[in-house]
């Protein structure tokens, strides 16, 4: 059985000081009342990583995700930060192709694979990010959007790889809106998603791919969500910046 993964995406909130608070709260909860059954991620900025890695080395119980990385190694990329450079400060997991990401520094889907086959070289998961947007989906295309998302990139990864990769669905419309897709939206694309992967990978990396929802879901719908077959969990943003209320979602994983 798939295990499920709720990861918490702070986007651009969070002093030092707030995020080491969060985190702190997040451990707290999570062992007065363990949630063995999830894997538990949080996704601070760039800022935040080495000394909430060093909380969470210490403490255990959660994992931690950048939100982005650069596609090349090292070099002359000012402001850039490198896959190496992550894992290297005791990341494990990066999201990569955020629409943030897509829309407001014109990222490709080329590039999310670039980023992708960049952290998975260097033994980062991936956190592969997908979803159509409004337009799409009211002129009924959106399983025509994220197959060619999915084609251009996740279809493109070595199936060797495959397995390190997580999938996360985010219908634009959804995130920040407060306009979550309802769970038999959601669950028909996940499954429209595993198919795909089947269709490339297999059936077994097909089966074993963790797909998770990320738009609008809060500690209201997230039970729901959580229970359709193909949703494994997920990414969560303005939900994710109350302890209280994430590890809410959590729970009902
Ligand atoms: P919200 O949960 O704030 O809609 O954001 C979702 C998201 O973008 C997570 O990556």
Known sequence: MRKKIVAGNWKMNNTLQEGLALTFRIIDLLKENPADHVKVIVAPPFTSLHPICELINKEGVIHLAAQDCHQEKSGAFTGEVSSDMLFDLGVKY????????????????????????????????????????????????????????????????????????????????????????????????????????????????ADDILIIYGGSCNSKNSKELFSQPDIDGGLIGGASLKADEFVQIVRSA
């Open 94 to 205: 990066v999201i990569v192709g955020h629409s943030e990401r897509r829309h407001y520094f014109n990222e490709t889907d080329a590039l999310v694979l670039a980023k992708a086959e960049a952290a998975l070289d260097v033994g980062l998961r991936p956190i592969m990010c997908f979803g159509e947007t409004q337009e799409q989906r009211s002129r009924g295309e959106h399983f025509d959007a994220v197959k060619k998302q999915l084609e251009n990139s996740l279809l493109k990864i070595n199936p060797a790889d495959i397995a390190h990769v997580v999938i996360a669905y985010e219908p634009v419309w959804a995130i920040g809106t407060g306009q979550n897709a309802t769970p038999q939206q959601a669950q028909e694309m996940h499954a429209f998603i595993r198919s795909t992967v089947a269709g490339k990978f297999g059936k077994n990396a």
